[in-house]
């Protein structure tokens, strides 16, 4: 479900390491994934989605996986950047046209 | 413009106003969420439009909070008598909805009750 007024948890993460941020879905009915990236003073931003028929997808530096067994997401970035600090979080859609549901959100802080 | 466009960026004002919050989605989505982010925390979910069906309102925290949509265009966001917990960015996502459900979010706006 969605988290509120709940202070972000923290992932710290050397430059150059690979970071895994994990998402835990409440619906077994959910078939479609997204994961977002909010930098400072903006909105979230899209980086890649997963439908419910996929366990894995890539994209550039970034893996999203998929467990329909333990309904668990989760996000990996290869060879973490500055660049990559920012919150992360995961959305749910339970079936089309509802709406999309957040997680709470992780913090990720790159350390140089 | 191609983006989910959110006025104004920033609003400041006193407890007990009225404030007017603006989202204008990007064309054709017939889907348009707000979302409220207080400092450091999630994004917490307040109000969701589909189409021609009726909106979902389980998250507007209370009576003071309302929100509109005409057709698939504008939405405004209205909080009426401002108390100082409002203070937070408001954000406005939009998605074509039934075919594909990613959301493009706009930048937000700031709102502070002094």
């Known amino acids: 479900g969605e988290s509120v007024g709940l202070h972000l948890p923290t992932l710290s993460v050397q430059e150059g390491d690979n970071s895994i941020i994990n998402c835990a879905y409440s619906?077994?009915?959910?078939?479609?994934f997204i994961w977002y990236k909010q930098e400072s003073g903006k909105g979230p931003q899209f980086i890649i989605d997963i439908r419910s028929n996929m366990d894995k997808r890539q994209g550039q530096r970034v893996t999203v996986l998929l467990n329909k067994t333990v309904k668990h997401l989760s996000l990996q970035i290869a060879a973490t950047q500055p660049g990559d600090s920012a919150v992360y979080f995961c959305a749910e859609n339970r079936a089309a046209g509802n709406k999309l549901t957040f997680g709470g959100g992780t913090r990720v802080l790159v350390k140089p | 413009g191609a983006g989910v466009s959110q006025s104004p960026s920033n609003k400041v004002t006193e407890k007990g106003k009225d404030v007017e919050l603006r989202c204008d989605p990007i064309s054709g989505h017939t889907a348009l969420y707000w979302y409220r982010q207080r400092l450091g925390q999630g994004l917490e979910f307040l109000i969701y439009f589909q189409g021609n069906s009726a909106p979902d309102k389980s998250g507007l925290p209370s009576d003071r909070f309302s929100a509109e949509r005409t057709g698939e265009s504008v939405s405004t966001l209205t909080i009426q008598r401002t108390q100082q917990e409002d203070s937070a960015v408001y954000l406005c996502a939009s998605s074509l909805g039934d075919s594909r459900v990613e959301a493009f979010f706009g930048q937000g706006t700031r709102l502070t009750v002094v």
């Open positions: 619906n077994s009915a959910s078939d479609y």
